[in-house]
């Protein structure tokens, strides 16, 4: 195999592909990038057994072939070569890479030994525009769980009907969006990695081209501007979204979603590094009263809003609460409370599709 390329188009392409390589495996392949020259391209191909990305680059290319290469240690080492002309060629001693009058050569794995991945699924398919799934991806994924004491719960669930709804939840708050579909083959469920969604959402763009979602057999590609990205999907039984939110409720404030933003960061600033990043709530009158108490000092701050329903005091995590007014778009936000230890719901004020719900926290002060 020998192939030459423009050193910032292959850096970009192998830090994309990296992020599919295994971290700790006993396999040492799967930590690998498998690169195949052929035509008029390099193909780039990483996998650690759930999530796969490849990416194909133009390349002036002198001998077709195939091999394995250490994924991170030629991702950091091409990462310095952006502003070269580069030649990669397979030798007897590895990988080698050329540029001006220098070379470096890497140790290599065949391409046989790689995993064979099946990059041509298609048994149901929906048209988005880009724009509007990464605007879903942004608005749920980060109330993915963190952990594995449930693994399911790391992933998103996804449900393709007249339009896509994404449900997600950690066990302390919820995320619950929709987005319009252009068009689809047929209605479908699926649970899909976060770090997959994460993943897809940076190959997307922000204008209103078009992009296809296939899934099949516990498995989803997306494939966008010579990028593909393929993933197992989860199996299990998902947590059913009407069981935890709740329709009826005891006090609603109306309120700017800025303003309310601006108070809770200047109360956060308090209580950096506290377990639970609690504020609280004084909810009354036409006013919402934010407060913050720590070791460090204490804050106080009210906001103007339009109440209705019974007087409250409640507490909650501020980094939960954040997270779900920058995912908001309108200029006014709804919060809707049951009491101080039922958890509570954040929408838009007009456009309520959406929604996010927070479990208060129970505070000792």
Known sequence: MKFVCDGLTLAEAVLKVSKACAVRTTAPVMECIKLEAFGEEVVL???????????????????EGAVCVPGKLFADYIGKLTEEQISVSTAEKGLEIRYKDAASCLQTIPAEEFPRLNLEIGENSAVMKQSELRRII???????AQDDSRPILKGCLL?????????????YRLALADADIVSKSGETTVICPART?????RMLTEDDGEITIFTEGGMLLVRSDGMTILSRLYNGEFIKRENVIPTRFSTVATLSRDELASAVERAAILIRG????LITFDIGGDRVKI???????????SVTASIEGVDLNISMNAKYLLDALKALEEEKVTLSFNGPISPFILQNAEKKEGLYLILPVRNAQ
């Not at 506290?274 to 990043?277: E, I, S, T």
């Not at 407060?291 to 106080?300: K, V």
Request: net charge negative; aromatic share 6%.
């Open 45 to 63: 191909l990483a996998t650690d057994g759930e999530l796969a990305i490849s990416k194909s680059v133009k390349a002036e290319i002198f001998e």
């Open 291 to 301: 407060s913050s108490l720590s070791d460090l000092g204490n804050m106080a701050e």
């Open 159 to 171: 449900e393709f009907r007249d339009r896509l709804t994404a449900f997600a939840l950690d066990g």
């Open 274 to 277: 506290d377990k639970n990043n």
């Open 197 to 201: 969604l994460t993943e897809i959402s």
């Open 138 to 144: 942004a608005r749920t994924v980060f109330c993915c």
